[in-house]
């Protein structure tokens, strides 16, 4: 808990840092108020964005749900993002594996019929062994041949974009009468349910009960990690291939079981994201999520809680960011702006440091991965 | 020209390497500064030569303070470093490699090769280093290596030449004529600081011995009166005991046996090269060799982390030549493997998982897939206790340990459980002397249970001392196999050179 706390002191102040830029950078671009010289505008404005930030985010119902809605696709990916990074691996593909798992959950979701209590569990499962078996094909490829995994998730996504494109505009998928590359609607049992389904006529709060898939699949990974034989097979290999070969661990068979993980992560995530937000699939069902995720399991340090807590804050600045938006001339683009400066001074823990004078020394943050080398 | 640093003090976060440092050289005189592994000697040159800056403290030349900021002040004030690791390029000639920095040239800035050839053949004969200016360094020995440094450093007016280990990677004989090379610049006029942890050497060359502990100057010691056990007391801070106490070994049944095996790197040289042996169960087998004459292949290929090309390994009469390391272990192989950084552990690991880490997949800490952490962390306590691994808390990173206790996690997971051989490379590289003392106790003592052990070091003073049976390795072959009782060091070192001793004693081939 100590530590957690410790690990967590510099992820708030890299989040203070980064709020405290993209004050600056609000009021430089109020071009309006700096022309007249209304520094008390310029300054105002800052205060009703950020208040409309946390408020579009935290304050009330909807926001929350807005938040979680955010956050659970955020967190299953990073999740897949960081097993990679535990064993090593870069996984640059959970926008392919999402899209993967996306489509096998939605092709369980629409033709089968039956009881909700037993097709959600089936399509979200549908949707895990699918993301799994696209994200294995990057373990397979780098095991057998040493294909760089960064190379190989990459192109398998684009590979995941053409092909989706291509299944949305065959009879089976697409939705009947139209002409765009829509698929069709999933059974009404197949829907996760709605996590505010009690408060009557509030068609607005979309969260949705991915948010436990979620949370367990978080619970899942730390069991992974900490308990269990192969999570430590897996950690080792991460943290030096070279001792866990020595140890007798089977590092290639090692690497597949990782990206099948990872696979399987980003599979729930696209699965939540059909099954849950939308109903159907589209060629953007994917979004920037998987890239998101990347930023997600850096900040995190790939730890469970870490993740965890990473994907909420991104999932709140997301849901904040359109209230904010709408609120206040600031654009959502200051969002992206605002992650990339808390990726940023999480990444150079010595300039918080230096920032805000923290005495102590950084802890000792460990490595998150190891770029290309490995 | 007289050099003196003045209560140098240089801190690191959480550690003091150098604690108000006094020490003196003069031109004319060889200084040996010895010292435990983390004693400080190497921050100390390192303040010396510009690369650190002091805390506390000054350098004074010829009476006068001085500061260094850069190497390249240190260079001006005629300071020269031989390190370690040699900073040459592998492809470039010697002359090349001598003038890189500091090229002589004509107009248009081009490259007066003519001109650095004279001078380096100037050097080389003024100081006997008989070097050829036109040799490619990769294709140089380790000694003459280190000669085109020692080269490089005359060039750039050294008057007081610092060598930091300088005989770590040279063979006996290499010594020697290190030895002479030293000599001759004495003679003329040169002062040399001789960095080193061999007791034997430094009382052979140095006219002053200085001796530091923990970062402080432990005393001075005159090498004509001063014994090699004292000197190792004032390292260590206590009596330490330098050979190896141990009973004749009564060797039993064949427990590996090696046959014709052979190893061929991918770039198709021939590193292992139809090697056989056997060990018995209660002997203490040593592998002499200079260092990159095939010992790490060849423990790679008895270990399993690589395959042999040619020739069969037998463990206990089964043939696990193919066998995987995993299954290795399980029929009670231990690994003390060559690089315990890069292999040994994991030092982003606990120790208690460090502890397990050859051995999480036994039932005594497992059910199926499901880890039992407290049944390790019961194990690890146990192996903290009984190994003597100076640890407040197992559950600290492996990292935190020093080298000397690293090992000792290393060797407690590997002995700890029921084994019939020990594959022990490099077992005390680069730990203190304390920690040498135990492991190397700890090593005969599974001897004597009846374990079959194979020692591979380049450290000529360990085999020596642990070894019942004695093989050296030359390019890839067993060239000699000795009775470490009835021979000499420098003969084996004429083994280990790829020669053979005109009074061949003792060879059983």
Known sequence: MKDLLKSLRYTLLALLASLLVGAVIIVVTDIDALKVGDYGKAFSTVLTAYKSLFEGSFWG?????????????????????????????????????????????????????????????????????????????????????????????????????????????????????????????????????????????????????GLFVALSATYGYWYLLTRTTLGFELRATGLNSDAAKYAGMKSKTLMVVAMLLAGGFAGMAGATEVLGTYGYASTSLAGNIGFDAIAVALLGQSSPIGTLVSALLFGALQAGGRSMQAHTDVPVDLIIVLRALIVVFVAAPLLVKAMFRVKSQVSAQGQTFRGWGG | MKLELRGITKRFPGVVANDSVNLSIATGEVLALVGENG???????????????????????????????????????????????????????????????????????????????????????????????????????VGVRQRVEIVKVLLRDAKIVVFDEPTAVLTPSEILEFFEIVRTLIKSGKGVVFITHKLKEALTIADRINVLRRGKVAGDADPKTASEAQIAEMMVGRPVQLTVDKKPASPKQVVLSVRDLSLIDPDGRTVVDQVSFEVRAGEIVGIAGVQGNGQTELVMALSGLRNANSGVVELDGKDVTKASPRDRHSLGMGHVPEDRQRQGLITGMSITENLVLTRYHDKEFCDGMRMRWSDASKKAKELVANYDIRTSDPDQLASTLSGGNQQKVIVARELSRKIGLVLAAQPTRGIDVGSIEYIHEQIVKERDSGTAVLIVSTELDEVMALSDRLLVMYRGRIVADLDPKKISHMDVGLYMAGSRPESAVGSRR
Do not use: C
């Open chain 1, 61 to 209: 119902v909807r926001s929350i749900s807005n938040t979680i809605t955010g956050t659970t696709p955020l967190l299953l990916s990073g999740l897949a993002v960081s097993v990679a990074f535990k064993a090593g691996l870069f996984n640059i593909g959970a926008t392919g594996q999402m899209l993967v798992g996306g489509m096998t959950a939605l092709w369980v979701g629409f033709t089968m019929s039956g009881p909700g209590w037993l097709q959600v569990p089936l399509a979200v499962l549908a949707g895990a062994i699918g993301g799994a078996i696209y994200g294995g094909i990057a373990g397979v490829l780098k095991a057998r041949t040493g294909a760089h995994e960064v190379i190989t998730t990459i192109m398998l996504n684009s590979i995941a974009s053409f092909l989706v494109l291509w299944l949305l505009k065959t009879t089976v998928f697409q939705r009947e009468g139209r002409p765009d590359p829509i698929s069709k609607l999933i059974a009404d049992e197949a829907h996760l349910p709605r996590l505010f389904g009690f408060l009557e006529g509030r068609s607005d709060l979309v969260a949705h009960s």
């Open chain 2, 39 to 141: 004693a400080g000697k190497s921050t100390l040159m390192n303040v010396l030569y510009g690369l650190y800056k002091a805390d506390e403290g000054e350098i004074f030349i010829d009476g006068a303070s001085k500061k260094f900021n850069s190497p390249a002040d240190a260079i001006a004030a005629g300071i020269g470093m031989v390190h370690q690791h040699f900073m040459l390029v592998p492809v470039f000639s010697v002359v090349e490699n001598v003038v890189l920095g500091s090229e002589p040239t004509r107009r248009l800035g081009a490259l007066d090769i003519e001109q650095a050839r004279k001078m380096v053949r100037e050097v080389s004969e003024r100081y006997n280093l008989n070097l050829d200016p036109d040799a490619i360094v990769e294709d140089l020995p």
